[in-house]
């Protein structure tokens, strides 16, 4: 079974890579071994993520997103729960056996799902083309030390290899919900602070049919700025 959260884990809780990206330098190659190619917005959820997993975690990010935005279509006002996204100590995962988050014994779904988010992160870390041959081989070798199986090992690697593709991202968007947590994880993973992130995002956006103000709220629970 793809392991997502163990390889969040053991990327967040490498103490050189996590040395390196808290003083500021190694570019994408820090910001991945330390938390797996998560930025700022990323950052703050490594303590849900650790609580929850990674996977319940961007589900959650995605699903109050989700609900906020369909109030605002209502023209509701805001529930308590939906109003504190941003507050760690209302912060719920997305519920179990649902659009957003598959049930844990139906492990295909679980693997796809986990597979999708790595490989959305991994793409967006990918738009700026920060990522260069060196700084792969950084990432190689960080994650060829660290406690994960031979194939989540490969399938990180073969992401990190291959072409940036964004049709693949999109691809595994099976569904409105999945596409909304595939555009969170990729928000998560970068810091927005280039033109190319920002053009990445938006044309992810647009790929994915994501409803504007969707989008908008899916930032805002993020605690990132808008694209």
Do not use: C
């Amino acid at each position: 079974m793809f392991d997502v959260n163990k390889i969040i884990t053991a990327l967040q809780t490498d103490p050189n890579a996590q040395r390196t990206a808290l003083a500021g330098g190694g570019g994408v190659a820090a910001g991945f071994a330390a938390s797996m190619l998560m930025g700022k917005s990323g950052r703050k959820m490594m303590g849900k993520a650790a609580k929850y997993g990674a996977v319940a975690a961007i589900g959650g990010l995605a699903y109050h997103a989700w609900q906020k935005s369909q109030q605002n279509k209502q023209g509701q006002a805001a529930a308590p729960a939906t109003q504190a996204v941003a507050q760690d100590a209302e912060f719920t995962p997305a519920p179990e056996n649902s659009a957003f988050l598959p049930a844990p014994s139906d492990e295909a779904a679980v693997d796809q799902l986990g597979k999708a988010l790595v490989r959305a992160m991994i793409a967006a870390a990918k738009a700026d083309g920060k990522v260069d041959a060196e700084e792969k081989e950084a990432i190689f070798a960080r994650l060829n030390a660290m406690d994960l199986s031979p194939e989540d090992k490969a399938f990180v690697f073969d992401e990190l290899s291959a072409p940036f593709d964004i049709n693949a991202v999109v691809a595994a968007a099976d569904t409105p919900e999945h596409a909304a947590e595939i555009y969170a994880a990729s928000l998560v993973a970068i810091e927005i602070d280039t033109p190319a992130e920002r053009a990445y995002l938006q044309m992810l956006a647009a790929r994915l049919e994501l409803d504007p103000d969707l989008v908008n709220e899916i930032h805002k629970a993020a605690d990132a700025q808008p694209a």
